[in-house]
Structures are given as C-alpha cells and as structure tokens.
C-alpha cells in the first residue's frame, strides 16, 4: 500500500510560491538562499579562478571497489529538492501553524553551507571522477561544479540535516507519531542519496566520514554518535528491511523512488561494503576524537586535508 501524504508526492515550487509571498517567511528565504549562494557557488567558483586557496585530493583506495554507475546520477541530483520538498510538506499540510519551524528550517540550511565554509575557505578538497558526459545530467555537473568542496560534503549533510529536522518539526507541531512514517522515508531518502555520491565518483568514502563528523558538530544534542553508528550500518541497506538493516518498515516505502524495485544496483560484496562502512566510522572517530571541544571544530578536518598529497 502506497503511503499516504508522502514527502516525495510534494511541488518543489509550491515551497518556493509560498516562502516567497508570505511576508514571515521572506526573510528567511532571502537569508538562507543568500548563504547556498555564496558560500558553495561564488566561493567556489572564485576559488576556480583565483587559485589562492590550497586544494588537497581526498581519494582512498577503497573508492576504486566501488563501481562508477552512472543510474545513480538521478537520486544524486536530488539532494536540493529534498529539503526543499520537505519544506513544501509542513507548509501544504500544516498552514501557518508550521511558519515558525519552516522558517528556522529555511535558515538552518544556509548556516548550514557556512560551516562547512569554515573548511573550503581554508582549505579546497577533490577527488578523481570521470570525464562522462553521455547523460544531461552529468554535464551539467562538469559545466556547473569545479568540483572542489568535497570534505566536507554539503550533500550528506544536508540530507543528514533534513531528516533529522523533520523530526524536530513534527515534535513542535505535536505530530511527531503520526508522521513517523514520513520520517523514516525521508531518513531512507538520505541514505539514498549518501550512496549516490560513491556511485557516480563526486566524493570518496573519506568525504562521508569528514561531513558525519561536521554534523555531529553543527547539531550534536540531534546528531548523536549513535546516530552517526545507525547512519553507517545502514549506508548500504537499499531499503529499510528490519531483517538486514537496523530499523525501518520497508512497507512505508511502497512509492518511494529509491526503493529497491526503481532504484540501481548496489553491487558491491558484502565483505567489501563491511571495509567501506569500517573505514568510514574509524575515520569519523578519529575527528571526532580530536575535538575535544575546547578548538575550533574544523581543525581535525583541516589537519588531515594538510596531510594529503596537493591538486
């Protein structure tokens, strides 16, 4: 049975009618879009040119056993719909009662590109992708992304962010049983799109470890070490399946688009999907491990990236 009121079912530009002529809610929109805007665009693409900023490669020898798969690009170009769908979900359903959390969600996701500016304008990140070209989808990413903001990754955490604010969402407005089933697709729906970043070769698995770690410093009451656990044993679960995976009800996904019978293959061994998640977590404590909270929280990112070879 399909779920009802799913988030996925929601306009994209509905959010952006709304947030644009509801006085509240303008402010909110004008501060966060001016934060996507230039801390990932105008800093990037500043730095493409200027080249003053060092540029560390971040790949790891695990990334070669995952396999370049170009169906994964869809759900990978995803990721701004989904916050922004899930922004359209409170304001459709909930009116003005959910104006307040939809703009402190607008904002959070531009103090969100921020921090992980505290990293970029210090120090540049990349890895190795092909040059592919034969889907839309993929040129536009050349032609749009000099691929330099890669620890941390903006994908992951807006993702990470997004699922874990609609539950703080659903907790203001009193729903928070009710839209449980909500919650665990769009958590799924970050998993997604966290697997997509491997399979069409735009972030190593060292990009996932840097950007759990950033999250756990943006949001750490909401974003929790045991979450940063359940997050990795599930990152190659393709739905949630209480059998292999953790948690979930895999019959809440019943339309959802990445579920397994429309999304790609994962093809990966299991023994190598146990190194990956491994490293993964290994390198996430290492981070954190060197955070004792009395430093900025970038420093154990930018002494790693000043530890790898220069672009």
């Known amino acids: 049975m399909a779920l009802k009121n799913s988030v996925y079912g929601e306009s994209i530009s509905f959010a952006f009618y709304k947030t644009l002529s509801i006085p509240f809610l303008r402010p909110a929109f004008s501060k966060g879009i001016t934060s996507i805007m230039y ?186 070490d045991d979450d940063v656990q359940d997050f990795v044993d599930q990152l190659f679960c393709p739905a949630p399946d209480p059998t292999t995976c953790p948690s979930g009800d895999a019959r809440l996904l019943a339309n959802y688009k990445v579920h397994p019978s429309a999304s790609p293959d994962i093809n990966i061994s299991k023994e190598d999907q146990e190194k990956i998640k491994a490293h993964i977590f290994n390198l996430y404590r290492k981070f954190a491990s060197e955070n004792p909270g009395s430093q900025n929280w970038y420093d154990p990112l930018l002494n790693y990236l000043q530890n790898q070879p220069r672009h």
């Open 39 to 224: 801390n990932f665009f105008i800093r990037q693409h500043t730095a493409a040119l200027i080249k003053r900023i060092p540029i560390s490669k971040v790949d790891h020898p695990l990334d070669e056993i995952i396999p370049f798969n170009p169906s994964w690009i869809t759900i990978y170009h995803d990721f701004s719909a989904f916050w922004v769908r899930t922004l359209s979900f409170f304001l459709k359903h909930y009116g003005r009662k959910s104006y307040k959390v939809s703009s402190d969600f607008i904002i959070s996701i531009g103090k969100l590109y921020a921090l992980a500016a505290d990293v970029y304008r210090r120090n540049l990140s990349t890895t190795k992708r092909p040059f592919y070209i034969s889907r839309p989808q993929f040129l536009i990413i050349h032609l749009l992304d000099p691929h330099l903001m890669c620890i941390p990754s903006l994908h992951v955490m807006v993702v990470i962010h997004t699922f874990k604010s609609f539950a703080l969402m659903s907790k203001s407005l009193g729903t928070e049983k009710e839209l449980m089933p909500q919650y665990e697709e769009l958590k799924q729906g970050a998993l997604a799109i966290t697997r997509s970043i491997l399979f069409v070769k735009q972030h190593s698995i060292n990009c996932i470890a840097a950007s759990l770690y950033a999250m756990t410093c943006f949001s750490p009451d909401v974003f929790t």
